[in-house]
C-alpha cells in the first residue's frame, strides 16, 4: 500500500513537472488564412503548410519524455514553419524551392522565405518538413501565400513559376495589392543537399535554383 502511495505521489510531481516545462513559454498557432498555390506543370503539390509562433526558448513535453529533463534540448525561440509535399508528376526531380510570403495582421508585407531541397525526389513521395526562421522582428504574421518557385528535373531542366500569374492568383486570394519584390525571399532555409544534387551540379556546372 506504501508502495502504490509512493508510485502515484511520484507520478504527480513528474506530470506537475512536465506541464510546468509546457507551460513555461507560450506557443501562438497562427489563426491564419493559407493560399497554397499549386500548378501540374511544377510535379509537386502542397499538401499543407503550417506556423507557429514561440516567444521564448523551452523544453517540449516530447523531448523530456524522450531524453529526460537533463538532456532534452531546448527549442529555440521565434518563428516556425511546417511543410508536407509530394511529387505526383512523373519525373524525377533532383532539387525544388518553396517559397513563402508572409502578411501581418494590418496586411502589410512581413517576410518572405524560402526552402530549398536540394535531394533526390522520385514521383510518388511525399516529405514533411519543418524548421526555425526569423522574421526580423515582425511577429504578426497571419497570412500566407506558399508556392513551388523553382523545380530541377533529373534530365537537367528546370521549371520555374511564372510571376505574372502568381502575383495574380495572389492578388485575387487576398484581394489586396502586393508588390512584385514581396514574391522574392529575403532568406533561403537549405533542408537537404544529397550525393545525387551534387552530381547534377557538377555535370550541369551552376545550380540553377539559385
Excluded: C, H
Excluded at 3 to 9: D, E, H, M, S, V
Excluded at 59 to 83: C, M, S
Aim: hydrophobic letters at 45%; aromatic letters at 14%; proline letters at 3%.
Amino acid at each position: 500500500m506504501n508502495t502504490r502511495i509512493l508510485f502515484i505521489a511520484m507520478f504527480i510531481i513528474a506530470v506537475s513537472a512536465l506541464v510546468q516545462i509546457s507551460a513555461s513559454a507560450a506557443e501562438f498557432e497562427d489563426y491564419s488564412k493559407v493560399l497554397l498555390i499549386n500548378l501540374p506543370e511544377s510535379g509537386v503539390t502542397l499538401n499543407s503548410y503550417k506556423a507557429w509562433f514561440r516567444d521564448r526558448p523551452k523544453q517540449t513535453f516530447a523531448d523530456v519524455l524522450a531524453y529526460g529533463r537533463e538532456k532534452a534540448p531546448i527549442r529555440e525561440a521565434g518563428y516556425n514553419w511546417g511543410f508536407n509535399y509530394t511529387n505526383t508528376g512523373n519525373r524525377e526531380i533532383v532539387a525544388l524551392q518553396v517559397n513563402v510570403l508572409a502578411i501581418n495582421a494590418f496586411w502589410e508585407y512581413a517576410d518572405t522565405f524560402a526552402v530549398f531541397q536540394g535531394a533526390y525526389f522520385v514521383p510518388g513521395k511525399t516529405v514533411e518538413r519543418s524548421g526555425l526562421i526569423s522574421f526580423q522582428g515582425d511577429v504578426s504574421a497571419l497570412y500566407y501565400a506558399v508556392w513551388v518557385d523553382k523545380v530541377l528535373f533529373a534530365d537537367g531542366s528546370v521549371w520555374k513559376i511564372d510571376k505574372d500569374y502568381l502575383l495574380k492568383t495572389i492578388e485575387e486570394g487576398y484581394s489586396i495589392d502586393i508588390n512584385e519584390e514581396w514574391l522574392s525571399p529575403e532568406d533561403v532555409v537549405e533542408i537537404n543537399r544529397d550525393t545525387k544534387f551534387r552530381e547534377q551540379v557538377q555535370t550541369t556546372g551552376r545550380q540553377p535554383v539559385n
